[in-house]
């Protein structure tokens, strides 16, 4: 039998979905699942996205331009002109969802062998970008007793040599919640502009910020435009992960024109979903604002209630909507299984992110998961009570 390529072998298996059976196999036992493994929340899209869907009248559904219909781009302009982000429809190429974006970036910027510096724990299909572009990542590794900062600038430096080809950050980050702080970014602008790297920037989050400190987009970075790609998606910011529309935003015309053959050998983005992302740029300003404030109360819930089990420990997560913390288990792989075909409570369960997916090296994170708040408020606390029943029963194992 033909093998499968070394590619495909090294590719990891998504920390979030890999427990997908384990999972589908509990439900038909009839065990309810409280699921926080992965982002997808439970607030609803907004109603002028929906209206939009709803009303397409089409005779036929065509392919688009390649980079996107003109008039999206020209409203995520509009959009991204509220953050400070100075653009031009020109900038942006619309994405088949943040993920292409990322690829695309990859594939047009590293060659095999080259390698990105990432803060981790990182975005897990980071990983099996790299490894589709045959890029490798060098981690520095943030800590969770130091609420996930950013390491010392210096902690990068060592890992830049003739190889080097960008830097790779998540702002505000997934999966830890850190938002990045002013001096961390000047710090990162000033080694990009040093050994003259690219800074990949998912800004997925923006919207999702609850303290004090300001948003620092890599677009905010004076000096280094040439070197910025940013990854957006509307996928958080309306809750429409299924229409699959991100971008890829970029000042650097060499580089447009690079990734623009990769969107022209995938032809175009999702008609559907371009329909629906542009009519939602129109949502209104209360949209927004209820929705930050459910994410608000959603943190509050999780992290007290967290920290309140004993032996479980979060930091609290500055943006985004996820959290990354320590549970007083020896393997968070083997509890997060556990969870799905070994336990209930009273007919339910929970389903966790196991962090060491998050990390490049599969030894580090082992009693660590991610949990995303993105349910409400009644079915975090339940999900809280469950969590903490597993602990107990999954710790008194061997007692009985």
Same mark, same amino acid.
Request: charged share 25%; glycine share 6%; hydrophobic share 40%.
């Given at each position: 039998?033909?093998?499968?390529?070394?590619?495909?072998? +090294?590719?990891?298996?998504?920390?979030?979905?890999?427990?997908?059976?384990?999972? +589908?196999?509990?439900?038909?036992?009839? !065990?309810?699942?409280?699921?926080?493994?992965?982002?997808?929340?439970?607030?609803?899209?907004?109603?002028?996205?929906?209206? &939009?869907?709803?009303?397409?009248?089409?005779?036929?559904?065509?392919?688009?331009?390649?980079?996107?219909?003109?008039?999206? *781009?020209?409203?995520?302009? =509009?959009?991204?002109?509220?953050?400070?982000?100075?653009?031009?429809?020109?900038?942006?190429?619309? !994405?088949?969802?943040?993920?292409?974006?990322?690829?695309? &970036?990859?594939?047009?910027?590293?060659?095999?062998?080259?390698?990105?510096?990432?803060?981790?724990?990182?975005?897990?299909?980071?990983?099996?970008?790299?490894?589709?572009?045959?890029?490798?990542?060098?981690?520095?590794?943030? !800590?969770? +007793?130091? =609420?996930? %900062?950013?390491?010392?600038?210096?902690?990068?430096?060592?890992?830049?040599?003739?190889?080097?080809? =960008?830097?790779?950050?998540?702002?505000?980050?997934?999966? !830890?919640?850190?938002?990045?702080?002013?001096?961390?970014?000047?710090?990162?602008? #000033?080694?990009?502009?040093?050994?003259?790297?690219?800074?990949? %920037?998912?800004?997925?989050? *923006?919207?999702?910020?609850?303290?004090?400190?300001?948003?620092? %987009?890599?677009?905010?970075?004076?000096?280094?435009?040439?070197?910025?790609?940013?990854? #957006?998606?509307?996928?958080? *910011?309306?809750?429409?992960?299924?229409?699959?529309?991100?971008?890829?935003?970029?000042?650097?015309?060499?580089?447009?024109?690079?990734?623009?053959?990769?969107?022209?050998?995938?032809?175009?983005?999702?008609?559907?979903?371009?329909?629906?992302?542009?009519?939602?740029?129109?949502?209104?300003?209360?949209?927004?604002?209820?929705?930050?404030?459910?994410?608000?109360?959603?943190?509050?819930?999780?992290?007290?209630?967290?920290?309140?089990?004993?032996?479980?420990?979060?930091?609290?997560?500055?943006?985004?909507?996820?959290?990354?913390? *320590?549970?007083?288990?020896?393997?968070?792989?083997?509890?997060?299984?556990?969870?799905?075909?070994?336990?209930?409570?009273?007919?339910?369960?929970?389903?966790?992110?196991?962090?060491?997916?998050?990390?490049?090296?599969?030894?580090?994170?082992?009693?660590?998961?991610?949990?995303?708040?993105?349910?409400?408020?009644?079915?975090?606390?339940?999900?809280?009570?469950?969590?903490?029943? &597993?602990?107990? &029963?999954?710790?008194?194992?061997?007692?009985?």
């Amino acid at each position: 039998m033909p093998r499968i390529s070394q590619r495909a072998e +090294e590719m990891p298996a998504s920390p979030i979905r890999k427990l997908v059976p384990l999972a +589908e196999a509990a439900k038909a036992r009839g !065990t309810k699942i409280y699921h926080l493994n992965i982002g997808q929340p439970d607030v609803h899209t907004p109603q002028v996205g929906l209206d &939009a869907l709803k009303h397409i009248d089409r005779k036929v559904l065509e392919y688009s331009p390649s980079d996107g219909y003109r008039s999206l *781009r020209e409203k995520l302009v =509009g959009y991204y002109d509220q953050y400070q982000i100075k653009l031009t429809a020109d900038d942006i190429i619309i !994405t088949t969802g943040g993920s292409e974006a990322v690829l695309f &970036a990859f594939m047009s910027c590293l060659n095999p062998g080259d390698e990105i510096i990432v803060p981790e724990p990182a975005y897990a299909n980071y990983m099996a970008f790299a490894i589709s572009a045959g890029a490798v990542i060098r981690p520095v590794i943030s !800590t969770i +007793e130091d =609420g996930f %900062s950013l390491p010392g600038i210096e902690a990068f430096e060592r890992l830049i040599n003739e190889r080097t080809r =960008g830097i790779l950050i998540c702002n505000p980050n997934n999966p !830890t919640g850190y938002l990045y702080t002013r001096k961390e970014m000047n710090q990162i602008r #000033d080694l990009v502009k040093k050994y003259d790297l690219f800074l990949f %920037s998912d800004e997925v989050y *923006r919207e999702y910020i609850y303290t004090g400190s300001p948003y620092i %987009s890599a677009f905010h970075l004076e000096g280094i435009e040439n070197n910025v790609v940013l990854i #957006d998606s509307v996928s958080k *910011r309306y809750s429409e992960c299924g229409i699959r529309i991100g971008s890829l935003i970029t000042k650097n015309k060499e580089l447009h024109a690079a990734v623009m053959k990769f969107c022209q050998a995938r032809l175009s983005p999702p008609l559907i979903g371009q329909i629906v992302a542009e009519a939602s740029i129109d949502a209104p300003r209360q949209y927004t604002i209820d929705v930050y404030e459910e994410y608000i109360e959603r943190r509050k819930c999780l992290i007290d209630g967290l920290n309140k089990i004993p032996g479980v420990y979060s930091p609290i997560p500055m943006g985004a909507f996820y959290t990354v913390a *320590r549970l007083p288990v020896d393997d968070s792989d083997k509890f997060c299984a556990w969870c799905l075909t070994d336990f209930e409570y009273e007919g339910e369960t929970i389903m966790l992110a196991p962090a060491s997916g998050f990390y490049t090296d599969p030894s580090m994170g082992r009693n660590e998961v991610r949990i995303a708040y993105i349910l409400k408020k009644e079915d975090l606390q339940r999900a809280l009570l469950i969590l903490g029943k &597993a602990l107990e &029963a999954y710790n008194n194992r061997n007692n009985k």
